[in-house]
């Protein structure tokens, strides 16, 4: 199976920063990849699909690069609501996520 | 807008069965979506269980394939779960999810999930 490691597993930040978050397969996965944000007691909501490309109505400060098996996940400037947990998604074999990164107020 | 939600008991005997229900609302099960169902154990991340085809094609995890059943209620415009013999390693929220096939393959509608917590 096609292993994702998420780094940093958490981070603090301030309104206004920005934030990358990177997200490395195990093998090639060329750009078969999404990002997802969830917050606490809710559901994840898709971000980015096929690895830079924004999910229709997802704010244009979030942003995804990368393709084989190292991707990044970009917030330029934080906002309050963006406080939550990020997983990346490969589906090159079966869909499986990453470990996730929790983004949290510094 | 298409909906899911989930629906099933919040408490399962160890080795009981577990079984859930998604109702898909606003749309057609016979879409061109795949249905899945993805879990996640309390405080820990998101484990993808398996998914399931109108036509009733499946695919399922390897780590669970022995112990999960999916299947499709057309009629009903809903999918079910089913997981075996499950133990306190299965109490996780479990979340039914719709996989879009195009345009870019992802999980883009969700449920609020539901708890399922095996104690006996």
């Known amino acids: 199976a096609i292993q994702l490691t998420q780094s940093p597993s958490s981070l603090s930040a301030s309104v206004g920063d920005r934030v990358t978050i990177t997200c490395r397969a195990s093998?090639?996965?060329?750009?078969?990849l999404a990002w997802y944000q969830q917050k606490p007691g809710k559901a994840p909501k898709l971000l980015i699909y096929d690895a830079s490309s924004l999910e229709s109505g997802v704010p244009s400060r979030f942003s995804g690069s990368g393709s084989g098996t190292d991707f990044t996940l970009t917030i330029s400037s934080l906002q309050p609501e963006d406080f939550a947990t990020y997983y990346c998604?490969?589906?090159?074999?079966?869909?499986?996520f990453g470990g996730g990164t929790k983004v949290e107020i510094k | 807008q298409v909906q899911l939600q989930e629906s099933g008991p919040g408490l399962v005997k160890p080795s009981g069965t577990l079984s859930l229900t998604c109702a898909v609302s606003?749309?057609?099960?016979?879409?061109?979506?795949?249905w899945s169902w993805v879990r996640q154990p309390p405080g820990k991340g998101l484990e993808w269980i398996g998914e399931?085809?109108?036509?009733?094609?499946?695919n399922y995890n390897p780590s669970l394939k022995s112990r999960v059943t999916i299947s499709v209620d057309k009629s009903k415009n809903q999918f079910s779960l089913k997981l075996s013999s499950v133990t306190a390693a299965d109490t996780a929220v479990y979340y039914c999810?719709?996989?879009?096939?195009?345009?870019?393959?992802?999980?883009?509608?969700w449920g609020q999930g539901t708890m399922v917590t095996v104690s006996s």
């Open positions: 399931i085809y109108h036509s009733g094609s499946t």
């Open positions: 093998q090639g996965i060329s750009s078969a």
């Open positions: 999810a719709s996989w879009r096939v195009a345009p870019g393959d992802a999980f883009d509608i």
């Open positions: 998604q490969q589906f090159n074999s079966y869909p499986h």
């Open positions: 606003g749309g057609s099960i016979s879409s061109s979506n795949w």
